[in-house]
């Protein structure tokens, strides 16, 4: 078990549209979703923490207005792009931890390949 | 959270043991140690984690010293599918708790 799915795999949208990605626990209840993006050739930078049920924490210099983070449930957590740029264009990938392990271990999704024309 | 150092790449060839060191230096009492692995284009998997000495599994062992500044990643005989980036991360072992992912080591496994 703990599988993490996201969709979809990957997305092609025109600036200015708002693009909504999904990630989901599949076999497990994930109380703490994280939310990374990735650049080509770079690494992981994580974005933001996402609670079930309560607000999403951001790291510093991370908008966001820009990044709407919502957890409404403890198997999926969604990230919406507002007002997409090409500079927005990245490979997202979410996290999740898994409830009552008592471990920070956590399982990734296969990411979302974001581009912006 | 710890800041991590690794090397950028490495080059091995098939049926090598590689070991990647990770240095670690402010780590903190309550502090883990993992590993990841990272093909292109997917998103990473955890492969190992410890506290202190020497921890094995059926993929890898991970080597930390008694003053834990410094662990080191063992895997046994290498196969081409073994290139990827391998992540080395230290934080707390709370669930729930942020990862903050380094650079990161590129492994290239030669035939």
């Known amino acids: 078990g703990a599988v993490v799915s996201q969709h979809p795999s990957r997305v092609i949208c025109k600036s200015g549209t708002s693009v909504k990605i999904e990630c989901r626990s599949l076999?497990?209840?994930?109380?703490?979703m994280f939310w990374y993006r990735q650049f080509p050739k770079k690494s992981l930078m994580l974005m933001a923490t996402?609670?079930?049920?309560?607000?999403?924490?951001?790291e510093q210099g991370v908008e966001k207005d820009k990044f709407l983070i919502n957890h409404a449930s403890l198997t999926l957590s969604t990230l919406t792009v507002t007002s997409a740029h090409p500079e927005d264009s990245s490979f997202y990938i979410c996290?999740?931890?898994?409830?009552?392990?008592?471990?920070?271990?956590?399982?990734f999704g296969p990411g979302t390949r974001l581009t912006v024309l | 959270l710890a800041k991590t150092t690794q090397p950028i790449s490495m080059d091995s060839y098939e049926g090598q043991e590689v070991n990647i060191t990770c240095s670690h230096n402010n780590i903190a009492t309550n502090d883990y140690i993992t590993w990841y692995q990272q093909f292109p284009s997917q998103g990473p998997r955890f492969i190992i984690q410890?506290?202190?000495t020497k921890v094995t599994n059926e993929v890898a062992s991970l080597f930390i010293p008694a003053d834990r500044k410094s662990s080191t990643l063992s895997l046994p005989r290498v196969s081409l599918s073994d290139t990827a980036v391998y992540y080395c991360?230290?934080?707390?072992?709370?669930?729930?708790?942020?990862?903050?992912f380094g650079q990161g080591t590129e492994l290239s496994v030669k035939p």
């Open positions: 076999d497990f209840q994930a109380t703490t």
């Open positions: 410890g506290y202190k």
């Open positions: 996402s609670n079930e049920g309560s607000k999403a924490t951001y």
């Open positions: 991360l230290v934080g707390t072992y709370n669930q729930g708790g942020k990862l903050i």
């Open positions: 996290s999740a931890s898994k409830t009552g392990t008592g471990n920070n271990e956590q399982f």
